[in-house]
Nanobody, 123 residues
Framework: QLQLVESGGGLVQPGGSLRLSCAAS????????IAWFRQAPGKEREGVSC????????KYADSVKGRFTISRDNAKNTVALQMNVLKPEDTAVYYC????????????????WGQGIQVTVSS
């Protein structure tokens, strides 16, 4: 099974920024559509953003448009999620996922998942 590891989470104040990173073990992220999902306590897992294999196409949930940016660093075999102007409602466990389908925000498109990393936005 593909191994994905998230890093970069933590506690920030509203309006602050965090940068999450998704790293691959044993495969090349460039070969996969990569997405970020998040899940808050008691809520469904929500697609946040995805990026095409080329990195030229991205998609964002309406709730994060204009604040979050997904990008690839192929030299490091990572995908990042830059999160700016963070809000308390962004608090969740964030998951990196990989798939061989199209870039969309549905869970069924992705076969491999990271363990998740906590992001907490609070004052």
């Amino acid at each position: 099974q593909l191994q994905l590891v998230e890093s970069g989470g933590g506690l920030v104040q509203p309006g602050g920024s965090l940068r999450l990173s998704c790293a691959a073990s044993g495969f090349t992220l460039r070969d996969y559509v990569i997405a970020w999902f998040r899940q808050a306590p008691g809520k469904e897992r929500e697609g946040v953003s995805c990026i095409s294999r080329s990195g030229l196409f991205t998609k964002y949930a309406d709730s994060v448009k204009g604040r979050f940016t997904i990008s690839r660093d192929n030299a490091k075999n990572t995908v990042a999620l830059q999160m700016n102007v963070l809000k308390p409602e962004d608090t969740a466990v964030y998951y990196c996922a990989a798939g061989r389908g199209v870039c969309d925000l549905g869970k069924n498109e992705y076969d491999s998942w990271g363990q998740g990393i906590q992001v907490t936005v609070s004052s």
